[in-house]
């Protein structure tokens, strides 16, 4: 039997839907490669006030009352103490 041209629809509608929902995804979880290059532009950016900045959009998320930037801006503050730690390990 010959699928219908609703039927086809639907599937390749569906298909766009699980998609996008994988974008959505990564778009809304970060890699963990995303967190060091954002702390490495953030140290490049504000060198030694780059923990406290990042300290400080973490506390802006959460009087936004958005989790998920809070716990984004707190994995970029501790990638920042952990390359700063090493620069100094490095000198």
């Known amino acids: 039997m010959v699928p219908s041209i609703a039927t086809a629809y639907n599937v390749k509608r569906s298909k766009a839907a699980e998609d996008w929902a994988a974008i959505r995804a990564r778009m809304e979880k970060p890699v963990e490669v ?3 290059r954002a702390a490495n532009l953030l140290i490049h950016q ?7 900045f990042a300290a400080r959009r973490a506390d802006l998320m959460l009087d936004r009352d958005d989790p998920d930037g ?3 801006w707190s994995w970029i503050r501790q990638a920042v103490v952990e390359l ?8």
């Open 70 to 72: 809070q716990l984004v």
């Open 46 to 52: 504000r060198g030694d006030e780059a923990e406290m």
């Open 34 to 36: 995303d967190i060091w």
């Open 84 to 91: 700063q730690a090493q620069k100094v390990a490095w000198h």
